[in-house]
């Protein structure tokens, strides 16, 4: 315990350094704006950043892409709440009531709860990332190979079929991300595979040209083709930002109970906010005492959703630090961003980069108190983000989206890549395919086989070793559960139903 | 519903996923297996990957033969809150990155950026092309001199290397 808290204050020590307190400043304020533009999220922004990472120094530069990670958290209910288009789906359940609060001029309420409710549910839930991460890396410790990669295939299965409205097509996807992982050289034996003599093939994929393939071009692309001729309606902002004394009373008890919901969904390798916020919403609804306003603007169901978005993005961080296990897109490219610097997140960062993991978390918690002041008296300045026409939107997207790819190795042939990878989004997002399993797929895919490889190495051979370690014994069952038990369910309904 | 063309494309698709499958397979067959005290080479995550994908591609067939995938997106773009597939949008888009592809090292960062600039906000239904196109030049510029001076990454200076000097590469 006292431990953890001289980590923790020498983590402050290192991020309150003028230089990292600046870049925590860029990494929230760049969040909070790709979080109020619709069409660019933290994913894409921290994947256009990646190359940046040749010259800067590791601690700023995570500092940063966790400031983006988070702030778009903040900036993505501004959108939600004045446009009605979530710009992702853990804002849809905010969506339901934000909107219509601020169609009965009632704008500014929605956003302070949802601000205030951000900050409280992200302060609690640093707090319990600060005292459960070197619970979880104990344990860590002792994890074998074969509990690893029996963790990885868990997350893998949870993020591809159990998320998202088709099993097959998260499948698809996860199965496109890992196949990509596999082009370049094998690290073991030095074997190409998949490159078919191709030069340009032998280092891999490039998580950068994936990536922002997907997001940038893809959405670039789908926008244009879908949604370029649609009128958009943004409320204005109109009226006080003060929450009245009801306000306060029916927001505080849901920002607590979303933090409850959300910073657990978060741990568990089942990534994704989407989940948590519908619970919240639904809870909300069910203990309010105004469950007639639900639908017209009831200010718990802002509240809620809001506040489990954010405590479940910051539960994200303990798999991803603790374990090196990324459960959402944005996750594997911060994994991406450390692997760049050649640092594996899993128990042993905490040992060997001590003060840049602790500075990191202290960062959080500055960060969370950057990004109330960034977003309830400025909010004004972000409306103003959120009125940028779109063709300028996205002609500076593309612009920032072709730099990211062309700048990895000055090739015009990473342009040709990014817009390949950009059709392929296109595809993805016509005919509802998840875009996060490909990504998670990329890049866990090769730690997974490592992993794989050293379990069978250790084993000389014999694959029961992944049978005989309780923990990846029941990881394995508890997979294969989660695929199968929906087959018996639908099956054995099938069956009790007349044929007719 | 699902309309006719929306059952081809599916059918499309999953052939798609099916014969990728089929060829990474056929590929991961011919790596060598040899794989010392592991007693697996190089070759047998790919197998298992290749497979996957292979099953998943008859998975998403049967799906589409069997009266369409489950929970599919609509074909019908006002469900979706979109307008119907607006070819000259989506072809302005394309035509900005291919300029600035065969740009780049030709007229430089700048003037391949501000071209795909004045592109893209032309797909996005833009109708001033000259003040787009201002916009994309002094995107491009900032962009460039940000890069280029701050963060010494190199970009191609092209046609305007007079006037932005030794700058880039």
Known sequence: MTETLDALLSGFAIALTPTNLLWGFVGVTLGTAVGVLPGVGPALTVAMLLPLTVKLDPTGALIMFAGIYYG?????????????????????????????????????????????????????????????????????????????????????????????????????????????GLVGIDETTGQMRFAFGVPELLDGIDVVVLAVGLFAVGEALYGAAYQSRVKEKIERLSGSLMMTRDDWRRSWPAWLRATGIGFPFGTIPAGGAEIPTFLSYAVEKKFSKHPEEFGHGAIEGVAGPEAANNASSTGVLVPLLTLGIPTSATAAILLAAFQNYGIQPGPLLFQTQGALV??????????????????????????????????????????????????????????????????????????????????????????????????????????????????????LALTAALIVVPWIVRLSRRKTQPTA | MRSAAGARTELVVAVGVLTLGLFALVTALSLPSSGGY???????????????????????????????????????????????????????????????????????????????????????????????????????LAVFLFFVKFLNVGLPAGWLRPVLGGAGI
């Not at chain 1, 860590?140 to 097959?168: C, I, N």
């Not at chain 1, 790819?405 to 040709?416: F, G, K, M, P």
């Not at chain 1, 296109?426 to 990504?439: H, I, K, L, S």
Request: charged share 10%.
């Open chain 1, 72 to 180: 778009a958290m903040y900036g993505g209910s501004t959108t939600t709440i004045l446009l009605n288009t979530p710009g992702e789906s853990a804002s849809i359940a905010t969506a339901l009531e934000g909107n219509k609060m601020a169609k009965r001029g009632r704008a500014g309420p929605a956003l302070a709860t949802a601000a205030i409710g951000s900050f409280v549910a992200g302060s609690i839930s640093v707090v319990l990332l600060t005292l459960l991460a070197p619970i979880v890396v104990e344990v860590a410790l002792r994890f074998s190979p074969a509990d690893y990669f029996a963790l990885m295939v868990f997350a893998f299965v949870t993020v591809a079929a159990v998320l998202g409205s088709s099993t097959v097509r998260g499948l698809t996807t996860l199965f496109i991300g890992l196949l990509l």
């Open chain 2, 38 to 140: 592991s007693g697996i080479g190089p070759n047998a995550i790919p197998i298992a990957v290749a497979s996957g994908l292979a099953v998943v591609g008859v998975w998403l067939l049967i799906e589409a033969l069997t009266g369409g995938w489950r929970a599919r997106t609509s074909d019908h773009p006002e469900e979706r809150g979109e307008h119907a597939f607006h070819a000259p949008a989506f072809a302005w888009v394309t035509a900005g990155l291919f300029a600035q592809m065969a740009l780049m090292h030709t007229a430089g960062f700048v003037l391949a950026a501000a071209l795909l600039f004045a592109c893209v906000a032309r797909g996005f239904g833009s109708v001033r092309p000259v003040r787009d196109g201002t916009i994309g030049v002094v995107l491009g």
């Open chain 1, 358 to 475: 602790w500075g990191l978390i202290a960062s959080l918690y500055i960060g969370n108190v950057l990004l109330l002041i960034l977003n309830l008296p400025l909010i004004g300045l972000w409306v103003k983000v959120l009125a940028i026409p779109k063709p300028w939107l996205y002609g500076g997207i593309l612009i920032f989206a072709t730099l990211g790819a062309y700048s990895l190795h000055q090739s015009v042939i990473d342009l040709v890549t990014l817009y390949v990878f950009g059709l392929l989004g296109f595809a993805m997002r016509r005919w509802g395919f998840p875009v996060a399993p490909a990504v998670i797929g990329l890049i866990l895919g090769p730690l997974a086989e490592t992993q794989f490889r050293r379990a069978l190495s250790i084993s000389q051979g014999d694959p029961s070793v992944f049978f005989t370690s309780p923990i990846s014994a029941s990881l």
